[in-house]
């Protein structure tokens, strides 16, 4: 049974940091995209980065660039998300996902492309 598990979400003061797992379980990531999005109230889904697995290319959104990185840990079969400088705009829950067939990169913010979600990990920026 496939199964993704996002942790590390939690309440932190502007400008700082936390570190989002995604823990896959019933599959071997290593053939598939992983994407992380997130969504705030009130607002749609949206794409924050994504990861093909089998050579590590990545690809952010533009509101993270800079500060957010995506990062593989393939002897765990965990995708992370390091989140720096963290911002009240960041406030949403996070979401992992996974798709075996997204083309890379040009479909890899469009949520139809994957298969498999998470149950999604709060994030709150707050002073």
């Known amino acids: 049974q496939v199964q993704l598990v996002e942790s590390g979400g939690g309440l932190v003061q502007p400008g700082g940091s936390l570190r989002l797992s995604c823990v896959a379980s019933?599959?071997?990531?290593?053939?598939?995209?992983i994407g992380w999005f997130r969504q705030a109230p009130g607002k749609e889904r949206e794409g924050v980065s994504c990861?093909?697995?089998?050579?590590?290319?990545?690809i952010y959104a533009d509101s993270v660039k800079g500060r957010f990185t995506i990062s593989r840990e393939r002897s765990k079969n965990t995708v992370y998300l390091q989140m720096n400088s963290l911002k009240p705009e960041d406030t949403a829950v996070y979401y992992c996902?996974?798709?075996?067939?997204?083309?890379?990169?040009?479909?890899?913010?469009?949520?139809?492309?994957?298969?498999?979600w998470g149950q999604g990990t709060q994030v709150t920026v707050s002073s």
């Open positions: 996902a996974t798709s075996a067939r997204v083309p890379f990169p040009k479909g890899t913010f469009q949520r139809g492309w994957y298969d498999a």
């Open positions: 990861i093909k697995i089998s050579d590590g290319r990545t």
């Open positions: 019933g599959f071997t990531l290593d053939s598939y995209t």
